[in-house]
């Protein structure tokens, strides 16, 4: 193929939205054991599964492997299962942000929160928090302390998230406006003109601040961190390529 076509070809590309930036980071849960969690995206932002690994175990995923996270007594804090990647301070979220990942709960209450993937400073932001609330899946970010927070939730009344299924969730933020997304599907979106507020350089999965609270019951597989929105139609895409 000549070079003018080749450029020609990257030009539609990018029209459509195909020819986006690889992630940041992709965690396949493939290992099998141990407390470090490769990178798969080759950019060798490793994880470590916290606490001697506590409150996690390596299970069958979606495909390959996967981590099971449990909780511990959501009334005494610092019990959960958590990994953290670090490293990632030289990234602005605020200028754009996708989190994608499958997720198959094992335990949901419908008071209870269970954070997924978030770096905030508290449960108020400052920060990003990819969590399942009141049975809805949200991105928000906050103020901290007892500010406000915002962002963008899905409607339980559209789904309604069941123990044993597996789920893929995706949530991004453009720079200006929250989504979530539920197997492909737009499940909510924010006003738009709102701020992601800058968190931790560390990112937790499975727990808030290093399993401190908010412990998720569930199992994940094949997580990816973006450094900028992707599109409706590449998430629909990569929901479609985990059938």
């Known amino acids: 193929m000549s070079a003018i076509r080749v450029f020609a070809l990257l030009a539609l590309l990018v029209a459509a939205g195909g020819a986006a930036q690889p992630p940041v ?31 996690t175990s390596w299970v069958t995923g979606r495909s390959g492997g996967a981590i099971e ?54 449960d108020r932001g400052k920060g990003f928090r990819l969590l399942l609330s009141w049975l809805r899946i949200g991105l928000i970010s906050g103020e901290g302390g007892e500010g406000k927070t915002w962002g963008a939730y899905s409607d339980p009344s559209d789904v309604t998230p069941v123990v044993g299924e597996w789920y893929h969730i995706a949530a ?33 999965l499975g727990a808030y601040r290093g399993g401190f609270a908010y412990g998720l019951n569930g199992i994940v597989d094949d997580l ?20």
Request: net charge negative; hydrophobic share 35%.
């Open 69 to 122: 996270f449990s909780g511990g007594d959501r009334n005494v804090r610092d019990q959960a299962g958590c990994m953290a990647i670090s490293g990632l301070d030289e990234f602005d979220w605020s200028q754009g942000l996708t989190v994608e990942l499958w997720v198959s709960f094992t335990e949901i209450t419908r008071a209870a929160s269970y954070e997924i993937v978030s770096n905030a400073e508290s």
């Open 172 to 204: 991004t933020y453009d720079g200006a406006a929250f989504r979530a997304y539920i197997d492909g599907e737009l499940a909510g979106e924010s006003e738009t003109s709102l701020p992601l507020t800058p968190g931790l350089g560390t990112v937790y």
């Open 25 to 55: 980071g992709h965690w396949s849960f493939d290992e099998g054991e141990g407390v470090v969690v490769k990178d798969a995206s080759g950019n060798g932002r490793h994880a470590t599964l916290l606490n001697d690994a506590r409150g």
């Open 224 to 243: 990816r961190i973006y450094e900028y929105a992707r599109s409706h139609q590449q998430i629909v895409t990569d929901a479609k390529l985990g059938d």
